[in-house]
């Protein structure tokens, strides 16, 4: 079964800080998304990545998706209180218009 | 951006009712999908439809559950006869032929 890992489950930064959160998934995936939320609200879009080595950038944070497509990060430069939330990661695995497995989340906090 | 919108934003609803949540997808997309989530838990897929008919869906999706796009706009996930265990966030996404899946805001339902 096609399974993602986040990596830290939960982390506390204090503000101005970078961080990395990982997704690591057991086979080769199609399509990476990466996804924000509030705790019990919707999913805010981020980043989807589909080729390997591709890196795109939004504001403060970029997502990287390595050349193997197994494995995604997602780096915070110089955080801020407004990034507090949870990160969640989905993948596609059999080509496009499939469904989405998830990561169970990453839970960021930040200080100021 | 264009919207996937979902009603209601919040269903209460008593054991053994039936519930129908609704959601309208991006008018050219194609692909549709039910996910929820528990809160605190993983997104779950739920169910994939295309081309008027199922083309996946998950081990959660048993007989309580079925979908229909009745009007060539709405699509809609039913639930016949809602437990507990139902209680969750629905999130419907739609998605054209290539490109990210557009997720709509969630409806909560809970089952008392």
């Known amino acids: 079964s096609q399974e993602l890992e986040q990596s830290p489950q939960s982390l506390i930064v204090q503000e101005g800080k970078n961080l990395t959160i990982n997704c690591t998934s057991s086979k080769t995936l199609y399509g990476l998304y990466w996804y924000k939320q509030k705790y019990g609200e919707g999913l805010i879009f981020l980043m989807m990545l589909q080729k390997g080595g591709e890196e795109k950038s939004h504001e403060k944070i970029t997502a990287k998706l390595d050349e193997k497509k197994q494995q995604s990060s997602l780096h915070i430069t110089a955080s801020q209180p407004s990034h507090a939330g949870i990160y969640l990661c989905?993948?596609?695995?059999?080509?496009?218009?499939?469904?989405?497995?998830w990561g169970l989340g990453t839970s960021l906090a930040v200080n100021p | 951006e264009p919207e996937v919108t979902q009603t209601p934003s919040h269903q209460v609803t008593q054991m053994g009712q039936e519930v129908i949540l609704r959601c309208v997808p991006i008018s050219n997309h194609l692909y549709f999908y039910w996910y929820r989530q528990i809160l605190g838990q993983k997104v779950e897929f739920l169910v994939s439809?295309?081309?008027?008919?199922?083309?996946?869906k998950s081990e959660i999706f048993d007989d309580q559950f079925s979908v229909e796009r009745p009007d060539g706009s709405n699509f809609t996930l039913k639930i016949r006869s809602t437990k507990l265990e139902d209680s969750a966030m629905y999130f419907c996404a739609s998605q054209g032929q290539a490109g990210r899946q557009y997720f709509g805001p969630g409806t909560r339902l809970t089952v008392t």
């Open positions: 989905g993948a596609s695995y059999a080509g496009n218009n499939r469904k989405l497995i």
């Open positions: 439809f295309y081309n008027n008919e199922i083309s996946e």
